[in-house]
């Protein structure tokens, strides 16, 4: 089946500092989401991101799917940025593989 | 509009029992697909309906079943329990059967004693 790489998997980062989390997929796909995954479990959608480019607020995202990678940028970290962010991406049907998360800590 | 709804949150049953999760998609997505998550992992594929037919199933056992109803509802079942099957499942739902984006609902947590 599809792999799907993220890294890092631990990054600790300092109140407004900025950072990239990458990830990398193993074979053409039809769909790349990027999730936010809160402390209770929920998945909340932070972007559906074939390919190009996409801003939300502080986060931006850049999918080259050519190259089989995805990237999240998350500037001026805050704490309520912490979590785990997960990379998703789509084959088949409605099918998607996730990755094993990247796991943000931001200190105050 | 109301997200993606999933009963119960919690459930604690013991190894052998049964277990019926369900689901409820945004309002006009036809398609729902079932993952399991286990701790420290990212969510894993179980099953996708549309449309009532199943379109797709995961690297999952024959204890795992389930199904879509007309008003697009899913039930997801899992026959005698395993302490491994201890996971949050979650349910998400898409307009079309596939290159769409897929919208989670909050999930129930599964305890197997």
């Known amino acids: 089946g599809i792999q799907v790489e993220q890294s890092p998997p631990d990054l600790i980062l300092q109140e407004g500092a900025n950072s990239t989390l990458r990830c990398n997929f193993s074979d053409s796909v039809n769909n790349l989401q990027w999730f936010h995954q809160n402390p209770w479990g929920q998945l909340i959608n932070l972007f559906y991101i074939p390919s190009g480019t996409k801003q939300n607020g502080r986060l931006s995202a850049t999918t080259v799917a050519t190259e089989r990678y995805s990237l999240l940028y998350i500037s001026s970290s805050q704490t309520t940025d912490s979590g785990v962010y997960f990379c998703a991406v789509g084959y088949g049907n409605n099918r998607l593989a996730f990755g094993k998360g990247n796991q943000v800590v931001v200190i105050p | 509009d109301a997200g993606v709804t999933q009963s119960p949150t919690h459930l604690i049953k013991t190894r052998g029992q049964h277990v019926t999760l369900r689901c409820s998609p945004i309002?006009?997505?036809?398609?729902v697909s079932w993952y399991q998550q286990v701790l420290g992992q990212g969510p894993q594929f179980i099953f996708q309906y549309y449309e009532k037919e199943e379109r797709g199933r995961g690297n999952f056992p024959d204890r795992f079943s389930a199904r879509q109803f007309p008003n697009y509802s899913s039930e997801l079942n899992v026959n005698a329990l395993l302490l491994g099957d201890s996971a949050l499942y979650l349910c998400?739902?898409?307009?079309?059967?596939?290159?769409?984006?897929?919208?989670f609902g909050p999930g129930t947590r599964l305890t197997v004693l």
């Open positions: 309002s006009g997505h036809k398609s």
């Open positions: 998400a739902s898409s307009a079309r059967d596939s290159y769409n984006e897929q919208f």
